[in-house]
């Protein structure tokens, strides 16, 4: 039997409420993995569960909302097996004690290919926490902007990180975290990032253990999160043309 609501935090953590629908899982029996990037192109991630048996191979999905409901009408334990056609993975066949749902599988070739992430130097880290991430998720539900921008400045005791949904000429929040002392002394001048996106990142990762952003002057916002034997990790573009 295999625990439905495993899959639905993994599902949970990459799909974004709707932002990413076409991924490929990579099952090596101990560990599920999914890498994606939004129709956009501007955010990059990936989603591991270790310690997790499932099926071995890579799995195409196309739509993963229609995944997400089909299991959303199920029990939380349930029998996952692939059926397969001509020795190549067709569709998921999953159970509980009353229903069986039959969901077809995409061929891998379809779902977009995901770019490979250097490490980037230069960065500047902070911790995050869930007030942190509840201040920014409530923030952008009251404004409504669809950026927010990123800035340095000089806090009370070190430096901090100023975040600012909206602008000077639309209504707008702003609030401040503080910088890792080990981060290099480098300046943020304002710049624009998908509120809506990292609104998602944080609503669908909320009690983390550990939790971290760095952001590169160059433009590039990395998130990690850790929950137990599950792993998220989020790269986002900075908007172009702003």
């Known amino acids: 039997m295999t625990d439905k609501r495993v899959i639905d935090q993994f599902i949970s953590k990459y799909h974004l409420g709707g932002a990413i629908e076409r991924v490929k899982w990579v099952s090596d ?6 890498d994606f990037i939004n129709d956009s192109q501007n955010l990059v991630g990936s989603v591991v569960s270790k310690n997790f048996k499932f099926p ?4 195409g999905i196309y739509s993963t909302s229609t995944l997400s409901k089909m299991l959303g009408i199920l029990e939380n334990e349930v029998i996952f097996e692939i059926q397969k056609e001509g020795g190549t993975p067709a569709r998921f066949s999953i159970g509980d004690t009353a229903m069986d749902v039959k969901f077809n599988l995409a061929d891998p070739q379809v779902i977009p290919n995901v770019p490979n992430i250097n490490k980037t130097e230069g960065d500047i880290e902070v911790e995050l926490d869930e007030e942190f991430t509840t201040r920014f998720i409530k923030s952008k539900d ?3 902007e669809e950026v ?8 009370f005791t070190s ?3 100023k975040f600012t949904i909206g602008n000077s000429t639309s209504n707008s929040v702003s609030f401040a975290a503080p910088i890792e002392d080990r981060s290099p002394d480098v300046e943020l001048d304002s710049i624009p990032f998908n509120a809506d996106l990292v609104k998602e990142i944080f609503k669908h990762n909320k009690r983390f253990e550990l939790g971290w952003m760095d952001i590169n002057p160059k433009g590039l916002m990395t998130f990690a999160f850790k929950f137990g034997d599950l792993e998220t990790n989020y790269y986002l573009v900075r908007n172009q043309n702003q």
Do not use: D, M, N, R
Not at 29 to 34: G, I, Q, R, T, V
Not at 56 to 59: A, I, P, Q, R
């Open 29 to 34: 029996k101990e560990s599920l993995k999914a």
């Open 142 to 144: 009251a404004i409504g």
């Open 159 to 161: 430096k901090e990180v």
């Open 56 to 59: 071995v191979g890579e799995f």
């Open 148 to 155: 927010f921008y990123v800035s340095t400045q000089e806090g």
